[in-house]
């Protein structure tokens, strides 16, 4: 079984993603950020595509049962992919309009959104040290939209980006235990590696 969120905060994933994981034999679980689940023990792995978890930002943090359960999962070892959004769920919180919401604590980053675009465009990037989901080595191509970025120094991360901005500091994709947080949104029809390497994690 593999999870992915598909509440109103958690909106942007490519549908192809969901059908490349469905085709290499994962039973797919949706879950909710805002409406009380619990990740459940029975998954194998869980996907966080993008979206806007700052606008929902008082549902998430008020939603103490999920949250708790994320992390636990997290440091029990369940691989977690997650992509911008997700990203900023798994961070300590996010900071928007004067607000700042607590939020998953699994990556040790905090977010604030701005008014104005902090990544835009193609990326590529150099898996340089090892993960659970790309061998190193590996190159991949992908895509950045988002308004939010970490403040202060970025954690330790899986890839080198060498076209766009990523986490910053020429780095992508914070690696913690068996989780991938980043920027970068992967397409499985460009990107095969990335079906197979949830698939191989799980």
């Known amino acids: ?15 192809e993603n969901l059908e490349a994981l469905e085709a290499r034999g ?28 700052e606008t929902h930002g008082p549902a ?19 691989p977690i992919f997650a992509e911008c959004g997700g ?13 700042r919401h607590v939020m998953a604590g699994v990556v040790p980053a905090e ?14 990037l150099q898996v340089d040290r090892p993960n659970p989901f790309f061998p190193t080595g590996a190159k991949i191509r ?17 890839c080198a980006v060498e076209r766009g901005t990523g986490c910053g500091g020429g780095r992508d994709a914070i690696a913690a235990g068996r989780v991938w947080a980043g920027y970068a949104h992967v397409h499985a ?3 095969p590696a990335w079906a197979d390497g949830l698939i191989r994690a799980a």
């Open 142 to 158: 992908a895509h950045e939209f988002h308004y939010s970025r970490i403040s202060g120094p970025v954690p330790e991360s899986a």
């Open 87 to 99: 990203l900023m769920l798994l961070s300590q919180a996010v900071s928007w309009r004067g607000e």
């Open 189 to 191: 029809d460009a990107e």
């Open 60 to 78: 998430i943090a008020a939603n103490l049962p999920f949250l708790h359960s994320l992390r636990r999962a997290a440091a029990k070892g369940l």
């Open 111 to 124: 977010i604030e959104v701005l008014d104005t675009p902090q990544g835009h465009g193609y990326m590529l």
């Open 1 to 15: 079984e593999v999870g992915y969120l598909s509440d109103s905060a958690f909106s942007f994933y490519y549908p």
């Open 26 to 53: 994962a039973t797919l679980v949706p879950l909710s950020s805002l409406a009380g689940d619990e990740v459940p023990p029975t998954l194998s792995a869980l996907y966080i595509g993008g979206g806007f978890p």
